[in-house]
């Protein structure tokens, strides 16, 4: 069965803390790992890694995925009350001789920004 | 760009009775699919659809759950009777067909289902 687990499962810094999200898998038939914010709505896209040790960065935000050793993390420094969220992470999964695939989510890590 | 439109947005009924959910991606989106999410925990994959043919629906519960997308583009989830756990967000995305190197997901703003 496919799993897809994050670390920590909630956590809560202060306003300029930077933070370590994480994200390991297993699953079959790997093709990328994707990082979703999800405020009080649908989740929102921000990252898309498919190759090992190539950091993403989007401002305060970067990503990187080590496909060796199965996980990714999220780093967010500089933290603001704005960053507070549900931070979702997926692997999509290639499905059988198809590029359809498929995404198998995490279970979320809960991030609170306190001024 | 028109983001994926889905109603209605809450829905309060008591157990046993049934409910709809409507979707319509973003355009010229031929891969949907219907998540549903479960108040603390992460979004799990009910049905894919890749134009109106399912390519996944391999943890949808069938003898309650069903969805349609005849013709392509508008997508239905039906419950039906609804039970207790079935209380959740119900998620529709879209995507663009293809490889995974255009993998993003773009989600609805969700369908919100109380059973009581």
């Known amino acids: 069965e496919d799993k897809v687990v994050q670390s920590p499962l909630s956590l809560v810094v202060h306003e300029g803390d930077t933070v370590t999200l994480n994200c390991s898998y297993e699953v079959t038939n790997f093709r990328s790992l994707l990082w979703y914010k999800q405020e009080k709505k649908a989740p929102t896209f921000l990252f898309m890694l498919t190759s090992s040790g190539i950091e993403k960065k989007s401002g305060r935000l970067s990503s990187i995925l080590d496909k060796k050793e199965l996980f990714s993390i999220l780093n967010i420094t500089a933290t603001q009350t704005g960053d507070s969220a549900v931070y979702l992470c997926a692997v999509g999964l290639y499905a059988g001789g198809t590029s359809y695939g498929k995404l198998t989510f995490g279970q979320g890590t809960i991030l609170t920004v306190h001024p | 760009e028109a983001g994926v439109a889905q109603s209605p947005r809450y829905k309060i009924i008591e157990k046993r009775q049934s409910v709809a959910f409507w979707c319509n991606p973003i355009s010229g989106h031929a891969t949907l699919y219907w998540y549903q999410q479960i108040l603390g925990q992460g979004p799990k994959l009910l049905i894919q659809f890749q134009n109106n043919g399912v390519v996944d629906d391999s943890q949808l519960p069938k003898d309650r759950f069903s969805a349609e997308r005849l013709k392509g583009v508008d997508s239905t989830l039906k419950i039906q009777p609804a039970k207790l756990e079935d209380s959740a967000v119900y998620l529709c995305?879209?995507?663009?067909?293809?490889?995974?190197?255009?993998?993003?997901?773009?989600f609805g703003e969700g369908s919100r289902l109380t059973v009581l």
């Open positions: 995305a879209s995507r663009i067909s293809g490889g995974w190197n255009t993998g993003e997901l773009f």
